[in-house]
């Protein structure tokens, strides 16, 4: 993984400044994550420690959290014996990817105490786990580790903290170069030796060793001494020019695609990056870019596996019902054929015998004057035959109605199935909530909550709100709950409404009745950014006045009709739009 010892002993040495601030609050967004709210010498700040199995990670973010109505257990348990102290030392273990955050606090007694959070970024193994500082006895763990779990240590309260298994490597900051010609001498993959010998160094910071050493991927067993010292120290060199700067703390975060396209970062510069490189100013800023929205997006997934299933079965049961009413639509529209054989045969009662299964009569309805041939069920009349044929004609002409009724139906409840499917996509942890109680209210599923379950204060969902590079205000609702509340109750009759032309995507609101083109730009651009079309070019995006948008009686949650609109070609671009500033509100 990209995050290892070299990144960790960065991500310590940018926490520096957070010595001596207070912890304001703190938050639990979700089970892996903890969110500080600091006041440090410098401003405050938000420190983001993630134990998610892969995502783990520990920066500065300047990104929104939506935060849970009742915080869970740990939080509580944080923010009793952290909550207002004072974070006195942060420091790493050795080369390793486990940080140590001391706080100081005076409890309610006014006795002070102090505790340490122990931040362990080892994959699915990842912690967060505060211990006494003085007994070393651990009070809580956001995961919990049993002996039926791990046999080496348990995670428990109660229980004295231990270490993760040492690993007994070399120090990379403090290797001494004939050790290093030793052991190199024997070894056949540079980059496997490199990550078995020295401790907090990662394949990726092996590989830019080898890169920059020219070795290859493997040394040649049967070379020579001399070719082999060269390579040695070929090899010393590359090593030496990553440490150095490890070593002074002169940290080059980058972030790009390998020669396999996949993404990767570091906190050193890396040579070995084939495209899409970007350099950063910090290390959180590395990781808040490489990060994005990743994590988010993995938990989103497993929680809306559930919903993505039901409202593609939805979909489907729909899309075969479309096919049948297209069948009987067809056979219906044969209506008229049916009032034809019934009248052709009244009028040649006098020709046809009980019995007979089929009568040949002349349409007199055709200009030809052809010969039709009429099946008849020999256990009837002729009387009787005709008369089947008049139901059958009423029977379908009555259908007709119904069908087209069915029909109708049936493509709007495909269309809202597209649309939650599409807002799903890209839906937060809170728009999930609401795209679940959206159904609920629909009556598409049972809601399954206690009936003890606290009521909201207001039913005002949350909204993305992002600030046009010409200050002015655009509103973004991510889920049919947020469009009604923004189109039909917040956005006043003046403000300009947004949406992609005949396709599933967010409502959009400039709140403003002045603004400039950079604005109409920006916002046509999150318009087709939050929808169907967002990997798509020259995406078509209807604008008008929110008093031309109207919601039909009657119709889904979401569903407007709107005139007066005028349309505007938009390709989005998501750099453009991750640099606007936004909020949650």
Not at 446 to 462: E, G, I, L, Q, V
Request: net charge negative.
């Amino acid at each position: 993984m990209s995050l290892d010892g070299i990144v960790t002993r960065a991500i310590v040495h940018e926490l520096e400044k957070c010595r001596g601030a207070r912890i304001s609050k703190i938050y639990q967004p979700g089970d892996h994550d903890l969110l500080l709210h600091l006041r440090t010498r410098e401003g405050n700040a938000k420190l983001l420690l993630s134990a998610n199995p892969t995502y783990p990670r520990v920066h500065f973010t300047e990104r929104s959290f939506m935060n849970p109505q009742e915080a869970p257990m740990f939080c509580m348990l944080m923010r009793k014996h952290c909550e207002g102290g004072i974070i006195e030392d942060i420091s790493q273990v050795g080369m390793e990817r486990i940080i140590h955050l001391t706080v100081r606090q005076r409890d309610e007694l006014g006795d002070v105490s102090t505790k340490k959070i122990v931040v362990e970024l080892m994959g699915r193994h990842s912690n967060i786990i505060l211990t006494d500082h003085s007994s070393e006895t651990i009070l809580d763990g956001i995961h919990h580790v049993t002996p039926s779990i791990s046999s080496y240590r348990i995670v428990m309260p109660g229980f004295a903290y231990t270490e993760p298994p040492q690993q007994h490597k070399l120090d990379p900051l403090a290797a001494d170069r004939k050790e290093f010609f030793v052991k190199c001498s024997g070894a056949q993959d540079p980059v496997a030796w490199i990550v078995d010998t020295f401790s907090g160094v990662s394949p990726l910071v092996a590989q830019e060793i080898a890169h920059r050493a020219g070795t290859g991927a493997v040394f040649d067993p049967q070379a020579g001494e001399d070719e082999t010292y060269e390579r040695c120290a070929a090899l010393w060199d590359a090593f030496t020019s990553v440490m150095e700067p490890v070593r002074k703390h002169e940290y080059k975060p980058v972030s790009g695609a390998n020669a396999k396209g996949k993404m990767v970062f570091s906190a050193v510069n890396l040579t070995l990056l084939a495209d899409e490189i970007k350099h950063y100013d910090s290390i959180s800023a590395c990781m808040e870019d490489y990060f994005g929205e990743k994590a988010e997006r993995d938990t989103v997934k497993q929680k809306v596996s559930d919903l993505l299933r039901f409202l593609q079965n939805e979909r489907s049961k729909n899309i075969k019902k479309l096919d049948h009413l297209h069948k009987d639509l067809a056979e219906a529209d044969d209506a008229d054929r049916y009032r034809i054989y019934g009248e052709l045969l009244f009028a040649s009662l006098h020709t046809i015998q009980k019995g007979d299964k089929t009568a040949e009569l002349v349409n007199f309805y055709d200009e030809e004057q052809k010969t039709v041939s009429i099946p008849l069920d020999p256990l009837l009349t002729p009387s009787d035959n005709a008369q089947r044929y008049f139901k059958k004609y009423n029977k379908y002409k009555n259908s007709l109605v119904v069908i087209q009724e069915q029909l109708e139906k049936t493509k709007e409840e495909i269309r809202y199935m597209d649309e939650l499917l599409q807002q799903l996509s890209y839906a937060s942890m809170s728009d999930i909530d609401e795209i679940r109680e959206e159904l609920i209210q629909q009556g598409y599923l049972r809601d399954r909550s206690k009936k003890t379950k606290k009521k909201k204060k207001n039913d005002r969902p949350t909204l993305h709100v992002f600030t046009s590079s010409e200050g002015v205000e655009i509103y973004v609702g991510k889920n049919n709950l947020q469009n009604e509340y923004l189109t039909n109750k917040l956005a006043a009759s003046g403000d300009t409404w947004l949406h992609t032309k005949d396709i599933p995507g967010s409502h959009v609101v400039i709140r403003s009745s002045e603004f400039g083109d950079r604005t109409l730009e920006e916002a046509a651009m999150l318009a087709a950014y939050y929808s169907q079309a967002k990997e798509s070019s020259s995406v078509p995006v209807d604008y008008t006045l929110i008093r031309h948008v109207h919601k039909p009686n009657g119709a889904k949650p979401g569903f407007v009709i709107y005139d007066h609109q005028k349309t505007l070609v938009i390709t989005p671009d998501e750099e453009r739009i991750k640099s606007l500033a936004n909020a949650l509100k």
